[in-house]
């Protein structure tokens, strides 16, 4: 049995656990969301013995060199000592106001105030410890307030009580910001993609906005994909983005035609979000590309920019990889 030495403990990590959960059950504050070695929050640093390479997937070559590890993805057979990432910030943050943006997706609004890039995501924690990611859409030069749109999952947990349960003026706590898909284009002509399925959108949202703000002058497509048209959300701001930057356009896509068209809703393609890439952008060689949204979803508009001649080295991601569903998660 291996044992993590942590500030002044000695812990035993059982034959059956993870890091994250060894230091989590010895009551230690450990910053997580996903468990799945996706959003990067457990991010802890091997300070003597050695670094299961496994538990680096997915990290920076310069973070695996200075012995990063995912506490969530490690399941050390050696005692090591580590230490937090000093890094990760937490803060307090009130709810200033929260409503519904189309049948299921909440917008909400914080007050907050600390450092981050549109396009990044942190982790949302209840009182009661219940943690969950959610993407940055608000642009800290633009939004007063932290803007996240959240997907009402019928059973979900978090989302669940977001949407029935938690009001303006209560607190939430908020840690990050984590990630690294956000706009840092230094060619301020290359031509952008930008595509998510459903609240996708919201990193894309501020991507967008920051990369017009920073005066980005190359043509930015933004390409989002929904079942049906009442599952698209933000079209009037998007809309009125277009028609203040020439440079900016908006495909929204969705599976299932409209039965009854009341107000039409313009550019409105029917589809499959794969095929509308590979039919509208089949040459991609030269452009930065940015994909949100689910994981199987993103993972196959990867291959696709890919396919169309995206280098991997522009394609930038984030995958909503859904948390498990543990009381302590
Ligand atoms: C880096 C990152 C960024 C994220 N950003 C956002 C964001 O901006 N907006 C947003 O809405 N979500 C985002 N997510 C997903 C979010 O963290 C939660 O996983 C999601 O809100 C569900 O949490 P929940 O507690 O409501 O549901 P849970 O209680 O965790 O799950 C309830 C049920 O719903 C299922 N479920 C959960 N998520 C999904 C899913 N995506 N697709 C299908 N079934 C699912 C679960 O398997 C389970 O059966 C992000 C995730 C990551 C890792
Ligand atoms: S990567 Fe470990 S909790 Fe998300």
């Known amino acids: 049995m291996a044992i993590v030495n942590y500030q002044d403990c000695a812990i035993e990590i059982g034959a059956d656990q993870s890091l994250l959960d060894a230091l989590l059950d010895a009551g230690k504050d450990i910053p997580h969301g996903c468990r799945a070695g996706a959003c990067q929050s457990c991010l802890v640093q091997v300070t003597e013995g050695e ?26 057979q050696q005692d090591i000592r580590i230490e ?36 990044q995501f942190v982790n949302l924690i209840r009182d009661d410890g219940l943690s969950r990611s959610y993407s940055l859409a608000s642009v800290p030069e633009l939004d007063p307030e932290l803007e996240f749109h959240i997907r009402l999952h019928p059973d979900g947990q978090f989302s669940g009580w977001a949407g029935n349960e938690l009001q303006t003026g209560e607190e939430l706590e908020i840690q990050g910001p984590f990630g690294d898909c956000f706009y840092s284009v230094s060619d301020k002509v290359k031509p952008l993609l930008l595509a998510g399925i ?43 983005l277009s028609s203040r930057y020439p440079q900016f356009s908006y495909t929204p896509v969705v599976l299932e ?8 809703i313009e550019g409105l393609t029917v589809g499959d979000l794969n095929q509308v890439i590979k039919d509208q952008f089949s040459d991609l060689s030269g ?15 990867r291959r696709q920019a890919f396919l169309c001649g995206a280098s991997m080295k522009e394609i930038f991601y984030d995958l909503f990889v859904p948390a498990v569903s543990t009381e302590s998660a």
């Open 257 to 264: 035609a409209p039965e009854a068209v009341n107000e039409p």
């Open 198 to 240: 459903g609240t996708g959108l919201a990193p894309l949202y501020g991507i967008v906005r920051d990369a017009l703000q920073q005066g980005h002058m190359g043509p930015i497509h933004l390409v989002t994909g929904a079942r049906t048209s009442a599952n698209l959300y933000l079209l009037k701001e998007l809309k009125s």
């Open 287 to 301: 452009y930065a590309v940015y994909l949100c949204g689910s994981e199987q979803r993103v993972n196959s508009l």
């Open 84 to 119: 937090t990432d000093a890094s990760t910030n937490s803060y307090r943050a009130l709810v200033n106001s929260k409503h519904l943006e189309s049948r299921d997706v909440l917008r909400l609004r914080l007050d907050g105030d600390f450092d981050y890039r549109p396009g």
């Open 51 to 76: 670094a299961p390479e496994n538990a680096q997937s997915g990290l920076k070559e310069t973070q695996k060199q200075q012995g990063y590890i995912l506490a969530c993805q490690c399941h050390p």
